[in-house]
């Protein structure tokens, strides 16, 4: 009986840590990571999912539908106040949640191409370091980081038919992905 309550415990542990459920939490504290100088508490919060605004007990229901460790999960935020419709609603963090699983060819094509023409700096192949005025975004292929020196010319080389998925996200913690993360991350699957 006492292995059997460990291992129920164990299950429960191992199956909370692998499978994380979107929470206002979650997004809140991802959003921090981004950028640590905005203040949500005075920020007014407009959850897109898919395409849909939700409020309330339905957005709490619809964010337990995606697992935060999905790689076909995507979360985005878009500051009023930092763009020019600051006019209409001042104070408003728009947050945009997308499931990424059916893409079609002519989407990927159109999602590569808009990637290569983030990467824009010119390295010195040897170049260990980061530009610091530097405009690339992280570039990730298949869960593998790619230098900064090389990602403009192995995302360059990319061919659509043989990309699975291609996740563009504007906001990246600095802290998980490095100084270029300002700049946005690139994430690409390959078939």
Not at 25 to 47: A, R
């Amino acid at each position: 009986m006492k292995h059997l309550i460990i291992a129920l415990i164990c299950t429960v542990l191992y199956g909370n840590a692998l499978g994380q459920s979107l929470t206002v939490e979650y997004i809140g504290e991802w959003i921090n990571l981004c950028d640590p100088k905005l203040d949500l508490s005075k920020k007014e919060k407009l959850y897109i999912i898919e395409g849909v605004p939700y409020y309330g007990t339905k957005l709490k229901q619809k964010l337990l539908e995606f697992d935060v460790n999905d790689k076909h999960f995507y979360l985005d935020y878009l500051d009023s106040d930092s763009v020019e419709t600051a006019f209409l609603k001042p104070n408003l963090i728009i947050v945009l949640i997308l499931n990424l699983n059916k893409v079609n060819l002519k989407a990927r094509k159109k999602s590569l191409e808009s990637v290569q023409n983030k990467f824009k700096d010119q390295y010195d192949f040897r170049s260990h370091h980061i530009m610091t005025n530097s405009e690339d975004p992280v570039l990730y292929i298949n869960e593998d980081k790619i230098n900064h020196a090389i990602a403009s010319k192995k995302v360059n080389e990319l061919r659509a038919k043989e990309i699975k998925l291609i996740v563009f996200v504007n906001h990246a913690p600095i802290t998980y992905y490095g100084q270029n993360a300002r700049n946005g991350l690139v994430r690409i699957w390959m078939k």
